[in-house]
C-alpha cells in the first residue's frame, strides 16, 4: 500500500529532517531577508532531481512534483520560513548562530516537514496521479505576511491548486498525535500604534501641563470596553496593549506617551465596527482631555477559516495514517497565521502537529526563549503532509 510506503520513507528518511531543522534552527533569519535560507531550500529541491521550481516573492520558492497524469488534479503544501526577533535561552547544539534571532515559532520544522514530504512524495511519484505544489513562503511573522505576497507572485496559479494544506506545530498537543478543526480557527490579528500628545513639565507643577501619561491611561482602559460592552459576547474577541513608553522621570513628565497593541477577533463585519468604535472612544478621551491623538491601526491578516470538506478528508486521512487516538479536536485560536490569505483564494486546512514532551521538559510555548520541539515528532511531520497530499489527489 501507498501509505505503508510513505510511513517507511518517513521513517527512514527521519534522521535526515532532523538534520535539516537543526541547520534551519541554527541558522534563523528574520522575515524577507531568508536570504541563506531559500537558498537551501532551492540546493535541497534540486538535489532531489525536482526540476520545476520558481523563485516567488524575493526569497520564496514554489516547487512541482508530477505523478501520473499530472494534471488530473493538483494539491499545494506550504510551509513557512521565517524566524523571530528573540535571544534563544536553550543550551542545545543547535542553538541560534545569529545572536537575537530565533526559531521559537517552529517554522525551521515547517521547513525542515515539508522538504522531507518532498523527497517522499518525489521517490513515490509514478504510485500516484496528479501534481503536488510545494509552497515555502517568507515572512509569516511580518505584516503584511509572506503569503499575501506569494498570492500576489501567482504562487497558487499555473497550475493552480484546487486545495492547500498547511502544517503548524503545537506545544500544547503530545509529540505523536495532530489535531484539526472544520470551520473558523484562527483571529484576524490587526495591529495598533497609538501617540498621546500632552505638554510635558515637572511633575510638581501640575497644573502647568497636560499629562499625557494620565490621559493615555484613561484611554486605555476605556478602550476594553470595546470587548466588554461593545462586542457581542458569542464573537471572540481581544485587545491588548503590550507596550506603553512614557520617557519621563519620578518628577518629569513626558511630552508624549507611546503605545503599542493589537487587536483580534473572528468576525470581519464587527472587526470593521470595532476599528471604528477604537478611534471614537480614543479621540473622545485625550481630546476631552486637552491632548491631541495619532491612532494607526494597521490592518494585518483576515480571520483563517478551514474548509470543512478539505479538513474532513484531511482528519480522515490522519486517522487513517496514526490512528483515531492520534487525532485530536482543535479548539478556536486567538493568534492569528497568514495561511488565511491562502484559505480565502482556495480550500483551504490547516492543522496541527503536536511537538509536547513533558518528560524531557519541552513545554514552552511558541515566541518564547525557550521554545523547542521533540524532534521525533518530525517524522510525524513529514510522513503525515506527504500521506494528506496524496489522499487529497486520490478524492477526485
Known amino acids: 500500500m501507498l501509505k505503508d510506503k510513505i510511513k517507511s520513507l518517513a521513517k527512514a528518511y527521519k534522521k535526515e529532517v532532523i538534520e535539516t531543522r537543526r541547520h534551519l534552527h541554527a541558522n534563523p533569519e528574520l522575515s524577507y531577508v531568508e536570504f541563506k535560507t531559500s537558498a537551501f531550500v532551492e540546493e535541497r529541491l534540486r538535489s532531489l532531481g525536482i526540476t520545476k521550481i ?76 496528479g501534481s503536488i505544489k510545494l509552497i515555502f513562503q ?8 509572506g503569503a499575501s505576497l506569494m498570492i500576489k507572485d501567482k504562487v497558487l496559479e499555473n ?19 495532530v489535531g ?16 498621546v500628545k500632552g505638554k510635558g513639565g515637572h511633575g510638581a507643577m501640575p497644573e502647568t501641563l497636560i499629562d499625557p501619561v494620565l490621559i493615555a491611561s484613561h484611554m ?19 485587545l491588548s496593549f503590550g507596550r506603553v513608553e512614557a520617557l519621563g522621570a519620578t518628577n518629569v513628565i513626558p511630552n508624549e506617551v507611546k503605545i503599542q497593541g493589537t487587536f483580534r477577533t473572528l468576525n470581519e463585519d464587527w472587526r470593521a465596527k470595532a476599528h ?13 482631555m486637552g491632548g491631541e491623538l495619532d491612532f494607526e491601526i494597521r490592518k494585518g491578516y483576515p480571520f483563517l477559516q478551514n474548509d470543512p ?20 479536536d482543535l479548539d478556536i485560536w486567538m493568534a492569528a497565521e497568514d495561511f488565511a490569505y491562502y484559505s480565502q483564494e ?26 523547542d520541539i521533540e524532534e521525533d515528532a518530525l517524522e510525524v511531520g513529514a510522513g503525515l503532509m506527504a500521506w494528506l497530499a496524496v489522499s487529497e489527489l486520490q478524492n477526485s
Open 276 to 288: 471604528q468604535k477604537m478611534l471614537q472612544i480614543a479621540h473622545g478621551i485625550v481630546e476631552g
Open 180 to 195: 484539526f478543526r472544520k470551520g473558523i480557527y484562527m483571529a484576524s490579528a490587526d495591529e495598533l500604534y497609538i501617540t
Open 220 to 238: 486605555i482602559v476605556a478602550l476594553q470596553q470595546v470587548v466588554s460592552r461593545a462586542a457581542s459576547p458569542k464573537i471572540p474577541s481581544v
Open 138 to 145: 517568507p515572512g509569516e511573522e511580518v505584516v503584511p505576511g
Open 54 to 129: 520558481e523563485k516567488k516573492a524575493t526569497t520564496g520558492w514554489s516547487a512541482l512534483i508530477e505523478g501520473k497524469n499530472p494534471n488530473k488534479k493538483v494539491v499545494a503544501l506550504r510551509a513557512d520560513m521565517d524566524a523571530l526577533p528573540i535571544i534563544e535561552a536553550n543550551e542545545v547544539p543547535y542553538k541560534s548562530t545569529n545572536e537575537g534571532v530565533m526559531h521559537a515559532c517552529g517554522h525551521d520544522a515547517h521547513t525542515a516537514s515539508l522538504l522531507g514530504a518532498a523527497k517522499i512524495l518525489n521517490e513515490v511519484r509514478d504510485d500516484f496521479e
Open 309 to 328: 470538506d478539505l479538513t474532513d478528508r484531511s482528519q480522515q486521512a490522519a486517522i487513517d495514517y496514526l490512528g483515531k487516538e492520534n487525532v485530536v
Open 346 to 371: 482556495i480550500s483551504g486546512c490547516f492543522y496541527r502537529l503536536g511537538t509536547r514532551n513533558e518528560a524531557r521538559g519541552i513545554t514552552s510555548g511558541v515566541h518564547t526563549p525557550t521554545f
Open 159 to 177: 497550475p493552480r491548486p484546487s486545495g492547500i494544506i498547511g502544517q503548524h506545530v503545537m506545544p500544547f498537543i503530545e509529540a505523536g498525535k
